[in-house]
């Protein structure tokens, strides 16, 4: 995949360990600018973590000069996750990018590591680990296979990204502190090197809650911003009017979405729901380019799918399809704000041979949607 990559909030310390809770000083979210994105309301933290079950763990590595970049853990449920497979499935946008483990999702449907989220040449080393951290697990005695789901962006503008600075011991790291509530956003983990519309990306997240009659179900979405396009806010052309857009900069990249939501979806509704979610990319002004590297994982958290039974069959009810349409506008609006967010919270960051890639200029962002009449 390709583009950018930046750093973290804290001083020169060498790795940083960040837990699923917000740090002190977290730069505001835009709907606390009063900004609204989509008509759908919120979970109660505004993060993947608000669908039942689903934790995140984040290592940021900041060191040096040159070191900008970390791992984004997502875990679906609190069980073994090979012995207890979710529903899944993955879209691709543009195949620009080194996405491991597709094959086999998209061929049974299923997910059986949790996912993780890193730079493009480090992607190796997360499958080594996740490889170790489910053979290690209690009853995957006799597994002889596993199906590791490694995303990436390429930080190699902000990262010494040749290095391959990245460990086994990161991920595992990651994994092991994973957890529920806030998520931190912006220069953390995968996010840590990444740029995003010509501004610092990072980390970021949203989720949607439908109303009890729609379902009652939450739609979360995390994303790993790195690309380029004509920056859009609530429809106002941001990008334009801070002379910041592809074409006219060399803006190019690449995007991972994990939308989990605990809705009974199949692998087939999944894959209806991940293109859907790339619909929230485009709304931001993402172009999807030749370089860009854009994948959405669905997973869906409501049922699992044991790896050893005596049944012949499987036993679950899933929604139909005419019960799907909220969930795809609530997949198209968490993706959306997520990226948004991943921006609003990422910072001016240095890193390798000296680049520099300067946050978005949120005053100057929110004075213009003021004129747009966007802020509530």
């Known amino acids: 995949m390709a583009f950018v990559s930046r750093y973290h909030l804290f001083s020169t310390t060498l790795i940083l360990l960040t837990t699923g809770f917000t740090m002190a000083q977290t730069p505001k979210r835009p709907r606390e600018y009063g900004i609204q994105l989509g008509v759908l309301p919120t979970g109660t933290h505004n993060a993947i973590t608000d669908v039942p079950g689903v934790r995140v763990g984040q290592v940021t590595l900041k060191q040096g000069q040159n070191i900008r970049t970390g ?31 597709y094959s086999q999702v998209e061929e049974l449907g299923t997910l059986e590591t949790p996912i993780v989220l890193t730079n493009t040449l480090s992607v ?21 296979s596993v199906n590791s789901v490694v995303g ?7 990262n010494d990204i040749r290095g391959r600075h990245v460990t086994k011991q990161h991920v595992l790291d990651a994994l092991k502190q994973a957890s529920t509530g806030p998520v931190e956003e912006g220069n953390v983990g995968a996010g840590t090197g990444t740029v995003c519309f010509g ?36 429809g106002v ?16 990249g690449s995007c991972m979405i994990v939308v989990m939501t605990d809705a009974p979806l199949d692998a087939r509704n999944l894959k209806r729901l991940a293109k859907r979610a790339f619909m929230g990319l485009a709304r931001t002004g993402g172009i999807a380019s030749n370089g860009s590297g854009d ?24 929604l139909r399809n005419d019960n799907a349409s909220p969930l795809f506008l609530a997949a198209i609006e968490a993706t959306e704000e997520a990226i948004i967010n991943s921006l609003f919270a990422a910072q001016t960051l240095t890193g390798d041979q000296g ?13 213009l949607l003021k004129k747009a009449g966007q802020v509530k």
């Open 295 to 318: 994948y959405v994982i669905a997973v869906s958290t409501a049922y699992q799918i044991p790896h050893d039974t005596k049944s012949s069959f499987d036993e679950m009810k899933v």
């Open 237 to 252: 052309p941001v990008g334009v009017a801070l002379g910041k857009y592809s074409f006219k900069e060399n803006l190019d």
């Open 152 to 158: 990436e962006t390429n930080d190699g503008f902000l």
């Open 71 to 101: 791992v984004t853990a997502i875990l679906p449920h609190q069980g073994n996750q090979f012995q207890q497979k979710s529903p899944a499935a993955i879209y691709i946008g543009n195949g620009f990018g080194k996405l491991m483990g």
């Open 124 to 144: 190796p080393t997360a499958a080594d680990a996740l490889i170790d951290y489910t053979l290690t697990q209690s009853g995957n005695e006799q597994v002889r």
């Open 199 to 234: 501004f610092k990306g990072g980390i970021g997240t949203s989720s949607r809650k439908l109303p009890a009659s729609l379902g009652g179900y939450t739609v979360g979405a995390l994303v790993q911003t790195n690309f380029g396009g004509v920056l859009q806010i609530a």
């Open 355 to 367: 680049h520099t890639v300067e946050q978005l200029p949120v005053n100057k962002v929110v004075d």
